[in-house]
């Protein structure tokens, strides 16, 4: 079914004021050593603050989001795809300020408070001690996009309706890196499209995304 842009808005709007997913999506393509502390959610009291944000835009017909892949760096999240954002900072009023800064910073668009339509649920990354606010946001259309060389490798744009196509959803061996100690190797679920591997945090925010859209029927073209 096709909506004009607005319709659509607030069709999605509304499912994300209803009760999220949650724990729910997120064990779904969790590794299996991270469940346990998804359900717990006893975050450490000094966990940093940051935020990110899925922002969603028409193309083709179809609602696509926009990935980035990190340059490599002596880092535990070194070249992994993720969604734009970062640590929240003293100058930032809110977390939706951080999501806007780090937007800008990392891709070069620069987003309005007014194009962000809900929050999903909050989770911990245990190797970075981020406390991370995924945020939902939505643009007619996107803008001339301008990385950051220093952080962002690559930046990619995704159909929804094909990212979450079931022949796209794997198990597959990953390398964890860690801040301290030895890197090790597991079996996790991911996300693999168009040459792009996307597990952990990252891919917990799109099950959840992707629950929404599923259990309230939204389509992903417009």
């Known amino acids: 079914m096709n909506h004009q842009p607005d319709h659509w808005k607030n069709i999605l709007s509304l499912a994300l004021k209803q009760e999220l997913p949650a724990y729910k999506a997120h064990t779904k393509v969790a590794p299996i050593y991270r469940v346990k502390g998804l359900e717990n959610r006893n975050w450490p009291q000094d966990a940093k603050k940051s935020a990110v944000s899925f922002l969603l835009f028409p193309k083709n017909g179809k609602i696509h989001t926009l990935f980035m892949k ?6 535990v999240h070194s070249g992994q795809v993720s969604l734009p954002g970062g640590q929240m900072e003293a100058s930032d009023a809110h977390l939706i300020s951080t999501a ?5 910073e990392e891709t070069g668009i620069h987003l309005e408070e007014s194009d962000y339509l809900a929050p999903l649920t909050e989770f911990y990354i245990p190797p970075s001690n981020f406390l991370v606010q995924p945020y939902v946001a939505f ?3 996107l803008a001339s996009l301008h990385p950051d060389p220093a952080e962002v490798e690559s930046l990619h744009e995704v159909a929804l309706e094909d990212l979450f196509l079931k022949k796209n959803f794997k198990i597959d061996e990953i390398q964890v890196r860690q801040k301290e100690g030895a890197d090790f190797r597991i079996k996790a679920p991911c996300y693999q499209i168009n040459g792009l591997r996307i597990w952990g945090a ?4 799109i099950s959840e995304l992707q629950m929404i ?4 029927r939204i389509s992903s073209s417009i």
């Open 70 to 75: 990190r340059t490599q760096y002596p880092g």
């Open 202 to 205: 990252t891919a917990m925010m």
């Open 213 to 216: 859209f599923e259990e309230n």
């Open 139 to 141: 643009v007619d259309e």
């Open 100 to 104: 806007i800064r780090e937007y800008r």
